[in-house]
């Protein structure tokens, strides 16, 4: 049951919707009305794709912060973060001299194949 009252005249006259009972100064809302206004306004009947929703807006949101958002130059909560993914990314792209070397061998020998 949900209850509204007309806070500006006192008066449920006019300010009654269809399908709502006077009730001393409250209107009590019944039926297809009741189910109405107990509809969520964003994503009606998709309840599922709403929390996956804030789900990846959340991870991504959280993701900037942590990781791109710039809080200045000094030492921050996220700094020890970042450090260890800069290492991390600088050991993962990291190409060895050795495996430089084969590869720079691996073309000269494909060139002479061509010729």
Known sequence: MVLIRDNI???M???LPPGAEAN???ATLKGPLL???QKPLVFGN???QFQAFTLV???GVAYYFVFH???GSHRHVFSQIRDWKKEYLKKFFHVDPKDKELSRLQEQVQKNEKL
């Open 9 to 11: 005249s006192g008066n």
């Open 13 to 15: 006259g006019d300010a």
């Open 24 to 26: 001393g100064g409250l």
């Open 35 to 37: 189910r109405e206004v």
């Open 46 to 48: 998709h309840q599922k």
């Open 57 to 59: 807006v959340t991870i």
């Open 69 to 71: 958002h710039d809080f």
